[in-house]
T-cell receptor, first 110, second 115 residues
Framework: GESVGLHLPTLSVQEGDNSIINCAYS??????FIWYKQESGKGPQFIIDIRSNMDKRQGQRVTVLLNKTVKHLSLQIAATQPGDSAVYFCAEPQKYALNFGKGTSLLVTP | GAVVSQHPSWVICKSGTSVKIECRSL??????MFWYRQFPKQSLMLMAT?????????EQGVEKDKFLINHASLTLSTLTVTSAHPEDSSFYICSASRGRVTEAFFGQGTRLTVV
């Protein structure tokens, strides 16, 4: 069925390096995507979103890239910090609610 | 920004008892509220969607008689886990939307442990 999924379940990076978290989607009609950060024991926090009429969107230390040809989006975190350690989800609206991908656990090591 | 508050943050209950979780939108009126369940190292799974003053819409496989949802006002929705069992132990998260589903804000979650 149609779903949003992630390539890597875990990612370990050194502090100061850049992180790239990937997400694949299957519905070519999807026109909006959101990245969320979930710290341990907390609810998801909005990070950044992107519409399908864009290829790239930048925020503070984060960039989301959208490749509609291969139905793939990525979240890039620049100069990763220990506070970035969390699980990251991509999500898309599906019918009347958000559908979440599997999640990638990002671990930042000193 | 919009704030959604969940209470309690964690709860431990005995098997067979019922537990109520509250979800409040503190600074906006939520036309729709969503309830998710999240097992360890897994994603958020939508349980049900509720609109103020109407019955909740449950996802396939979610027992409506076990997970009672009441959306009594535009700022409050409650989830009651009835006759809880250990397999109901999970992290329950609500979100509230003031219009479009893409404008949903999440609560901090409730860790339920049934012993």
């Amino acid at each position: 069925g149609e779903s949003v999924g992630l390539h890597l379940p875990t990612l370990s990076v050194q502090e100061g390096d850049n992180s790239i978290i990937n997400c694949a989607y299957s519905n070519s009609a999807s026109d909006y995507f959101i990245w969320y950060k979930q710290e341990s024991g907390k609810g998801p926090q909005f990070i950044i979103d992107i519409r399908s009429n864009m290829d790239k969107r930048q925020g503070q230390r984060v960039t989301v890239l959208l490749n509609k040809t291969v139905k793939h989006l990525s979240l890039q975190i620049a100069a990763t910090q220990p506070g970035d350690s969390a699980v990251y989800f991509c999500a898309e609206p599906q019918k009347y609610a958000l559908n979440f991908g599997k999640g990638t656990s990002l671990l930042v090591t000193p | 920004g919009a704030v959604v508050s969940q209470h309690p943050s964690w709860v431990i209950c005995k098997s067979g008892t019922s537990v109520k979780i509250e979800c409040r939108s503190l600074d906006f009126q939520a036309t729709t509220m969503f309830w998710y369940r999240q097992f360890p190292k897994q994603s958020l799974m939508l349980m049900a969607t509720s609109n103020e003053g109407s019955k909740a819409t449950y996802e396939q496989g979610v027992e409506k008689d076990k997970f009672l949802i009441n959306h009594a006002s535009l700022t409050l929705s409650t989830l009651t886990v009835t006759s809880a069992h250990p397999e109901d132990s999970s992290f329950y998260i609500c979100s509230a939307s003031r219009g479009r589903v893409t404008e949903a804000f999440f609560g901090q979650g409730t860790r339920l442990t049934v012993v």
